[in-house]
């Protein structure tokens, strides 16, 4: 299913937690509700749901305005961060849940509740209690609760946040290989720009309800519009830093460096820094370097020894240029 | 899609979850709160018919001219007084020796618990019945003593001690489960701290344990307060539905019971009970002054 | 110093059990004079044990009054009490936690400021209101006052409040109503809470006296209490039916108390604290 957001508000009391966002989403996509906490992506994702209603604006479903269809005939199954599984009820009583609620005959519900068990390997837990269930387990079975009505639209409110960091990377996997098999339209709410980089086909970035950028992960990457974009995403940080020092257009603009497009040259680099503080990471290095007036982080491989109060050359591989509001600005414009 | 239901009107929606308690709560608690306040002022009215020929505030005035009502204040704040900070001080010794227990805990729990939930009127009967003069097991156990024959039931100085052993009697079970949950709370790394910096078991007691329980024991004070103002149940099975030998356990309640219920003085019983309802909501007042200083 | 504290140890244990034994001692004698033959009730200085258990003092007690009857009123109206509570704070405890109305704070508040008036206040004028519907001596009158508690409302509500959001939301979307909610996912979620609300309403009005006092006049409308104290002061000094009596009442609370001890101890833990 097409989802369209044109022109949502959403208002409550003084605050405006949305403003003014519009949003195409095609058939079978997984785009990510990306942004720092009370960006109003939890909102956007409510309205679409159906849980909360758009101050103004339409949700637009395929062709159909579903703005007045309340959440349980949108067709929609969602998984919520802390699963929400009812811990009175099994597994399988979890699971078939939203088939009791559509009225479906019991030896329907638990049939087809069996066969998505089996499909998400949880055909051994069906009895079990969720309190009894690891966190990734739990997680499996409020995916499974989410599907079993074969809903037409899956959300994902920050489904990963509560487990361990390896846990994580194993069911973002997991995730976006079942959407890829079942072809489900999908909404991912996170605040972790890693998760929504690697799972994502687009990432729409907000900020204080208001929208960002809504571009491939690639592309919001390589060519954020904006110092918040830019920052947001990667890590490092990019580092910004005042024009004076480095280009020689006049206007009063900001460069974006990201760390790993530093490169530390033997001699003769374009700039000169000294080290004021190493740190050491599985496969990188981190170097703090003090550049004219600028502190900066630069993300270099293991092949050399640093230490703080070195002496290095650097080059710098691409950089971007903001305007004075943060806007970016194009090579072709300068 | 499927059915455009429109959300019915949220008002209406959460009237009828509250309907059932409403009606009940408006009947019987919000009319007559009213109405037992208006009472208070009738002085001539027909009960059968609900009319009110005469209102004013002879009623109150009759109450404070009564001895009677003067004796059951009396009776009651002695009551008061004494039963709540000894029945608290008593369920602290207990609770915290219970706490202390290895074995036996829930044991000891469980015991000193039964009287708060058996009924008043059986275990008042039995009470009377071990206060015997004659046959009571009471006096026949300070007999093994060399005490002598003690009037427990006729003698009127012995009453308001009898209720006040009675209440804490049946009160103790009900306050040393309160303590023992405040008791549990306590983080024991603030013992653990104290030990290291030297602190006695005596000062531990002094210097923590009562402080991080004062909440709790207000609380209680507070609550036992309200509840004691209130008593009748026991003087008026003990004593044979009497207020006691020579009104000794005369209660405000047992006045307004009195009033109401023998003599059919609706208006003088609903002025006494006004009153009780003054004290009683002072007792709240100060409850929510000292709720909210915790709070800051 | 190992001594020392063994020493401290047993003293605190051996206070304790003195102290078990004076409380429990009531209870006791209760039930040791409730069995004795009635020639050995009197005896000065009294006799711990009867010679023979007489059993046949709770058959007297039983036919000394219509026992059945107060038995079937005390049961009768105590289960309706209890349900009638819990279904009302249930469904007033959902609408103030989950449903959003015009005046749901100054009702709250207000609810809360009646709950401070104490009950022996409302008795005269809900005498009267019961006298003009016609219920005096019903068991109208002897439950339906009783069938909500303000302060069970607010108890319900601040359990409902801390189930997580998400699980309204989650039932929502899977096509579950408020009312189909609150029954399959709210209730069963908050029933430790609900059932130490429920069995310490069973248990007070089991015990109930003042109320069943006033509102009955006959016979056939008395409860257990009630009839005790009436027959308390008939029977005389038969203090061994008397006895035997007492403990009949006291008996099915005992023993819902030994069955359910923990939750019925939590359960004052929980509301007592709340309060």
């Not at chain 1, 650097?314 to 300068?334: N, P, Q, T």
């Not at chain 2, 009471?138 to 052993?165: R, S």
Request: with cysteine; proline share 5%.
């Amino acid at each position: 299913m097409k989802i369209r957001l044109e022109n949502i508000s959403k208002q409550y009391h003084e605050t405006l937690a949305v403003d003014d966002l519009t949003l195409h989403i095609g058939d079978g996509e997984l785009v990510s509700l990306l942004g720092p906490s009370g960006c109003g992506k939890s909102t956007t994702l409510a309205m679409i749901a159906g849980l909360e209603m758009p101050t103004s604006g339409r949700v637009i479903f395929d062709n159909d305005i579903v703005n007045d269809v309340p959440a349980e005939s949108r067709d929609i199954g969602m998984v919520f961060q802390n699963y929400a599984l009812y811990p009175h009820m099994t597994v399988l009583e979890n699971i078939m849940f939203p088939l009791k609620m559509r009225k479906i005959s019991k030896e329907q519900r638990i049939e087809k509740a069996m066969a998505i068990a089996r499909w998400m390997q949880l055909e051994d837990l069906v009895n079990r209690k969720p309190s009894k269930l690891s966190g990734g387990q739990q997680q499996r079975v409020a995916i499974a609760r989410a599907l079993v009505k074969e809903p037409k639209i899956l959300l994902l409110d920050e489904p990963l946040s509560n487990l361990d960091a390896r846990l994580r990377i194993e069911l973002r996997d997991e995730i976006r290989q079942l959407q890829k098999k079942l072809k489900i339209t999908t909404i991912f709410v996170t605040h972790d720009q890693e998760e929504a980089m690697s799972i994502s086909d687009k990432i729409l970035l907000m900020d204080k309800g208001v929208f960002q950028q809504y571009a491939s992960p690639k592309e919001m990457y390589e060519k954020p519009v904006n110092t918040f974009v830019a920052s947001f995403l990667g890590n490092p940080q990019m580092n910004l830093l005042p024009n004076d020092d480095f280009m020689d257009t006049k206007a009063k603009t900001t460069v974006g460096i990201r760390p790993e497009d530093f490169v530390v040259v033997p001699s003769k680099g374009s700039y000169q820094g000294q080290i004021t503080s190493v740190q050491t990471l599985g496969k990188e290095l981190y170097l703090g370097i003090q550049l004219h007036n600028e502190k900066v982080t630069a993300c270099v491989s293991w092949d050399h020894r640093y230490d703080v109060g070195d002496t290095i050359e650097l080059d710098i591989k691409k950089h971007h240029l903001f305007d004075a509001k943060g806007k970016r600005i194009d090579y072709e414009e300068i | 899609m499927k059915k455009y239901s429109r959300p019915i009107n949220t008002e209406l929606r959460a009237m009828a979850y509250l309907l059932p308690a409403l009606v009940i709560i408006g009947i019987f608690q919000f009319y007559p709160i009213f109405k037992s306040f208006a009472m208070g002022f009738y002085t001539k009215f027909d009960y059968l018919t609900d009319r009110v020929y005469e209102t004013g505030l002879g009623n109150f005035k009759y109450v404070f001219s009564d001895p009677d009502f003067y004796l059951a204040m009396k009776n009651t704040c002695i009551f008061v007084f004494f039963a709540v900070p000894l029945g608290i001080l008593i369920a602290l010794i207990l609770a915290v020796l219970i706490d202390r227990q290895r074995h036996l805990k829930s044991f000891f729990q469980s015991v000193y618990f039964l009287p708060f939930i058996t009924s008043t009127v059986s275990v008042s009967i039995v009470w009377s019945w071990m206060l015997n003069k004659d046959f009571g097991l009471v006096n026949a156990l300070l007999k093994l003593f060399g005490i002598p024959k003690v009037a427990w039931l006729t003698d009127p100085n012995m009453t308001l001690p009898i209720l006040i052993a009675f209440s804490v009697w049946k009160g103790l079970g009900y306050k040393i489960i309160l303590i023992l949950a405040a008791l549990q709370g306590i983080d024991t790394q603030y013992y653990a701290a104290a030990r290291i910096d030297g602190a006695k078991a005596w000062k531990q007691f002094l210097h923590i344990t009562i402080p991080l329980l004062k909440p709790c024991l207000t609380f209680l004070y507070i609550t036992s307060s309200i509840g004691a103002f209130k008593i009748f149940d026991e003087v008026y099975i003990m004593y044979a539905q009497q207020p006691g030998p020579l009104k000794s356990g005369l209660t405000i309640v047992y006045y307004i019971f009195n009033k109401f219920y023998r003599h059919w003085e609706f208006a003088i019983a609903a002025a006494a009970a006004f009153v009780l309802f003054l004290i009683i909501l002072l007792l709240t007042v100060i409850q929510f002054i000292i709720a909210d200083k915790k709070e800051r | 110093m190992k001594i020392r504290n063994r020493l401290k140890h047993s003293v605190s244990f051996i206070v304790l059990a003195i102290g078990a034994l004076v409380v429990a001692l009531p209870f006791i004698w209760m039930i040791l004079t409730a069995v004795k033959p009635s020639n050995e009730v009197l005896l000065m200085p009294p006799k711990w044990f009867p010679s023979t258990l007489v059993w046949e003092n709770f058959v007297t007690a039983y036919h000394a009054a219509p026992f059945k009857q107060y038995l079937a009123n005390s049961i009768f109206v105590s289960i309706c009490i209890t349900a009638g509570e819990i279904a009302t704070a249930i469904l007033a405890a959902f609408a103030f936690s989950h449903l959003k109305f015009r005046g749901k704070q100054a009702l709250f508040i207000g609810l809360i400021g009646t709950m401070m008036v104490p009950s022996e206040i409302l008795i005269i004028p809900n005498y009267m209101t019961l006298s003009h519907f016609g219920w005096i001596n019903s068991y109208k009158a002897l439950i339906l006052p009783w069938c909500t508690s303000i302060f069970s409302i607010f108890l319900l509500r601040q359990q409902f409040s801390t189930i997580p959001v998400a699980y309204y939301k989650a039932a929502r979307l899977d096509g579950c109503s408020d009312f189909q909610y609150l029954w399959t996912i709210l209730v069963p979620m908050s029933m430790p809470t609900i059932f130490s609300i429920g069995i310490l309403k069973f248990i007070n009005s089991w015990n109930a006296y003042l109320w069943p006092l006033i509102v009955t006049n006959t016979v056939e409308m008395r409860t257990l209490p009630v009839a005790l104290a009436v027959f308390s002061n008939e029977g005389g000094v038969h203090y061994n039916t008397l006895m035997a009596f007492s403990l009949m009442i006291i008996l099915p609370i005992f023993m819902l108390y030994l069955l359910l001890k923990q939750q019925i101890i939590k359960g004052v833990g929980r509301t007592g604290l709340k309060g």
